[in-house]
C-alpha cells in the first residue's frame, strides 16, 4: 500500500535552515508528481510546492518562492523540502502528498503522509 | 492566481441532517475541484474530484456538483464520522490554491 513519511521537522530559529524528507513506497515513485503542503496551528491547508515526476518542472506558492526548493531523489524513493531564511509564519505541520495520475500536469493529490511539525521561533 | 472562498466557515448541525457547503472560485476552473475531509490531527482524504466524481471508498452520502466558478459538496444524511472539516481545492493550475475550510460540528 501507498506509504508517505516525512521526517525533519523541529524547532528552529528565524532565519536558519531546514531540511524535510519523504520517504515513499507502494507506488512507482518515479512516475508520479509530489507536492507538499502545509497548515499551521488551528489554521487551514496551504499548498506550498509540487515536482514533477521527473523533477523537471517545479512550482511554489508565492510565499515561500525564492526561500524554498523542492527536489526529488528517484532512485531512492524521496522526496525534499529545502527551507532556507525560515519565518515565524512558516510554522506549520508539513505533509508530502502524491499526484493522483502519473505523469500528469495539474492534478489533485490522493495520499497523504501523517506530517511533520516545523517550529519557528526564537 | 486563483482565489478559492467557502461557506459557511463553520456549520453546526444533527446527525441525519443533509447539509451543503459552498465553494466559490475568483475565475473559472472548469470542473477541475476536489474536496477533502480532514479530522483532527490526520491527514487530508480526498472525497470527490472533477467537481462530481466520488473518490472510490468514499461513502454515497457524498455528492458534488458545480463547475466554472460555483460548486457545492452536500452530505445527503450526516453521520457522527462525518464531524470534521472540508476543504475545497482547485487544480486548474498552479499555484493550486485551496478554500479556507468548513468546520462541521455537532449542534
Same mark, same amino acid.
Given at each position: 500500500q501507498v506509504q508517505l513519511v516525512e521526517s525533519g521537522g523541529g524547532v528552529v530559529q528565524p532565519g536558519r535552515s531546514l531540511r524535510l524528507s519523504c520517504a515513499a513506497s507502494g507506488f512507482t515513485f518515479t512516475s508520479f508528481g509530489m507536492n507538499w503542503v502545509r497548515q499551521a496551528p488551528g489554521m487551514g491547508l496551504e499548498w506550498v510546492a509540487r515536482i514533477s515526476y521527473d523533477g523537471s518542472d517545479k512550482y511554489y506558492a508565492d510565499s515561500v518562492r525564492g526561500r524554498f526548493s523542492i527536489s526529488r531523489d528517484n532512485p531512492t524513493n524521496t522526496l525534499y523540502l529545502q527551507m532556507n531564511s525560515l519565518r515565524d509564519d512558516d510554522t506549520a505541520v508539513y505533509y508530502c502528498a502524491k499526484d493522483? &495520475?502519473?505523469? &500528469?500536469g495539474s492534478t489533485f493529490q490522493d495520499y497523504w503522509g501523517q506530517g511533520t511539525l516545523v517550529s519557528v521561533s526564537s | 492566481d486563483i482565489q478559492m472562498t467557502q461557506s459557511p466557515s463553520t456549520l453546526s448541525a444533527y446527525v441525519g441532517d443533509r447539509v451543503a457547503i459552498t465553494c466559490r472560485a475568483s475565475q473559472s476552473i472548469t470542473n477541475y475541484l476536489a474536496w477533502y475531509q480532514q479530522k483532527p490531527g490526520k491527514a487530508p482524504k480526498v472525497l470527490i474530484y472533477r467537481a462530481s466524481t466520488l473518490e472510490s471508498g468514499v461513502p454515497s452520502r457524498f455528492s458534488g456538483s458545480g463547475s466554472g466558478t460555483e460548486f457545492t459538496l452536500t452530505i445527503s444524511s450526516l453521520q457522527p464520522d462525518d464531524f470534521a472539516s472540508y476543504y475545497c481545492q482547485q487544480y486548474n493550475s498552479y499555484p493550486l490554491t485551496f478554500g479556507p475550510g468548513t468546520k462541521v460540528d455537532i449542534k
Open positions: 493522483v &495520475s502519473p505523469y &500528469s | -
